[in-house]
């Protein structure tokens, strides 16, 4: 089974930083695009940042210049260097994965999601 686990929420205040970590393991032949993504209370869930193996990235535009993504191809690790945050920043963020992975005895390409860790900052 393919688990994608996060770590590194917590709560800040405003102008504060944090870095997310999210690591995926099982039964992984290869990962394509790995991201983050974010819920607030009551919103539905948004796009933050992706990046793909070869390196590029992409990002919500009220994320740019403020948060980074990073991938560590060797460890199956996504990180979001998240800078200069704002109240609106809180949410649960949520890792997502775009994988190879063996199900039984079939390879499947699939999307994964983690649990969550959760981002709190206050004003």
């Known amino acids: 089974q393919v688990q994608l686990v996060e770590s590194g929420g917590g709560s800040v205040q405003a102008g504060g930083s944090l870095r997310l970590s999210c690591v995926a393991s099982g039964s992984i032949v290869r990962i394509n695009d790995m991201g983050w993504y974010r819920q607030a209370p009551g919103n539905q869930r948004e796009f933050v940042a992706r990046a793909t193996t070869g390196g590029s990235t992409n990002y919500a535009d009220s994320v740019k210049g403020r948060f980074t993504i990073s991938r560590d191809n060797a460890r199956n690790a996504v990180y979001l260097q998240m800078n200069s945050l704002k109240p609106e920043d809180t949410g649960m963020y949520y890792c997502?994965?775009?994988?190879?992975?063996?199900?039984?005895?079939?390879?499947?390409?699939?999307?994964?999601w983690g649990q969550g860790t959760l981002v709190t900052v206050s004003s």
């Open positions: 997502n994965a775009l994988l190879i992975a063996y199900q039984g005895i079939d390879l499947r390409t699939d999307a994964y």
